[in-house]
């Protein structure tokens, strides 16, 4: 026997041990939560509070349904929901029987306590293309027939946002490790070990208003300081404070850009104590203050792992604020610190970032330590966290077991420093992060590709990785220039590498160089790398280098503005052809190019020795080469000129951009 009701602001669904509610989540948006028996209210997710709704309810003895503006939903007798367009009442989605007798839609498998291996099941639809889930190195934009799964690791970034041409964006509201399976014959959501399911859905007239519900319903992002619009300088790693100094003095004495220069890992005297060892950093003040003078910030790397040699250590562990294990102790990684002479370094933990009281203790440090010598930059790495080995089953967070909460740790450790920031007054809060969670936007994170192949196909990736990135909620986003794994400055594949890099670099979010180049030294803390700088890889590629380093400037203007409309609105500076063209049908399977706000679009070029590549025109408008000023027709496609100092770059007609210098 089943039953429907209409609660406060919602319906509910009672049958076969379910309790189904549904609830209208913002502008033409829907929340839908299902329990086993009951409903919890207080489970970590990205949602904000519920925004006032003006929805329509309709219930009879077999059915029921809820508009909510542009969205409707249908639940039939069995509680089985079907998504529809309000006005044409085409179906946007609808949840699919597992089979036709039982279990329906939904299964829940106990696991013991109260828990469930969940799973979720969507219709498919043959001509749907899908489009977000964070950022992986797959090499794919549209993920339609992928499985991905739903954890953190370097470089594989989960947020479980779906943006789909049929005209809805649906977000897993639920930081358990799972997967998703984008197969010919259903979609599946899994959730490995968790209380209820939890998902979100909105539409709109086209990508980029279901992109602005979405921000509005997880949060915006603040907006971008000027000085962040401009270039980054890292190496693995500068080793001194002497060393990082004379690279930004070299900077200014050869008349360069330079906003943001980065003190990176083992610069610290024990990991986990927060501060800079005083042998290689004697005066850090005196360093910010120098830097300051150059018109440079300074941004220094913070880790959420704390060795047993810290002196942090004892008091965090008395205190709960690490992860807790449920067998065996309190130790997720191995890793190198100073003192140890083991090769494979010593058993370190991380602090709780989903424990507000672990989240101030670790801002009370660095505020301490960081702070008060002028820092106001975090980097924030291996945030996802990074454990070793990957059981995050065995894990005990303050926020609920592992494999329920885990993905959400790296938006809880940038709220830290955004909270922390905030108390203390700051408003210009950038804080650069190896992995994200939906919601992480809002907590001023910046998100970076991780550690990455230095290989032309690595490029590649990244170009789709991005623009996942971007249509799943992160403004703010960069690679490893040049890539992280290796690189020699010394070879001709490289050089060309590293500009090709470069000129795409010019038009992401965040403009910043970083890699671990050839010589390589074996990890610990007496390791630095190669060369780094923009000078590293002669003569040819420093001119083309640094005509990218002009262009940037010329469009920081540009940049902010763009930046802007992604604080005020959630719209992405960097995005697919399709947000801006969605009637255009190819634009939908554009892959390697891309929209840098409305005006410019950006053809990468990705090939060892192209010096031509096929460009994609949008339907719809005129387009200007920015180079020569020739002008095209929408809807074709050409073959550009793409010497080695530029890639193709074309404006929307009319558009004033300053790309030529």
Known sequence: MSEFREIPDGLEWRGDHQVVRIEPWGADSVRVRVGHTVLNPDLPGALGERPPADAEYKIDAESASM??????????????????????????????????WWPGPRLFSGVGNGYHHIQQNFRAYPDERLFGLGQHQHGLLDQKGAVVELIQRNSEVTIPFLLSNRGYG??????????????????????????????????????????????????????LPDWAAGFWQSKLRYRSQEELLGVAREYHARGLPLSVIVCDFFHWTHLGEWRFDPVEWPDPAAAVRELSELGVRLMVSIWPSVSPLAENYPEMLDKGLLIATDQGPPVHADWPDKGVESPVGIGVSFYDATNPEAREYVWNRVRE???????????????????????????????????????SYPTENARAFYEGMRAEGETEIV?????????????????????????????????????????SGIPWWTTDIGGFHGGDPESDYFRELVVRWFQYGVFCPLFRLH??????????????????????FGDEAYEHITASLALRERLRPY??????????????PMRPVFVDFPDDPDAWSVDDQFLFGPDILVAPVYALGARTRQVRLPAGEAWTDAWTGEVHEGGQTLTADAPLHRIPVYLRAGAQVPIRE
Request: glycine content about 12%.
């Open 67 to 100: 508009i909510n503006g542009a969205i409707r939903v249908d639940v039939d007798g069995r509680g089985r929901l079907r998504f529809l367009r309000t006005d044409t009442e085409e179906e946007l989605l609808a949840e699919e029987p597992i089979h036709f």
């Open 515 to 536: 890699g671990d180049r050839a010589p390589r030294m074996g990890l610990g803390p007496a390791m630095s790398g190669g060369p780094n700088e923009v000078w590293s």
């Open 559 to 572: 940049v902010l503005d763009q930046m802007r409309v992604a604080h005020e609105t959630g719209l992405p």
């Open 369 to 407: 330590n960081y702070y008060r010598h002028g820092v106001r930059v975090w980097w924030l790495d291996a945030c996802e966290p990074e454990i070793k080995p990957g059981t995050p089953g065995n894990l005990r967070l303050h926020a609920g077991p592992g494999l329920e909460v885990l993905n």
């Open 431 to 471: 804080s650069l992060c190896r992995s994200a969670w939906a919601g992480s936007q809002r907590y001023g994170a910046a998100l970076w590709s991780g550690d990455i192949a230095a290989t032309f196909e690595s490029l590649g990736e990244q170009i789709r990785a991005g623009l996942n990135v971007a249509v």
């Open 170 to 223: 649906l977000l897993w509201n639920n930081p358990a490790v799972g997967r998703v399976e984008l197969g010919v014959t259903g979609t599946r959501w899994v959730a490995d070990s968790a209380r209820q399911i939890d998902y979100w859905i909105t539409t709109g007239p086209g990508p980029a208003d279901v992109l602005r519900n979405y921000a509005a319903a997880t949060g915006r992002t603040p907006m």
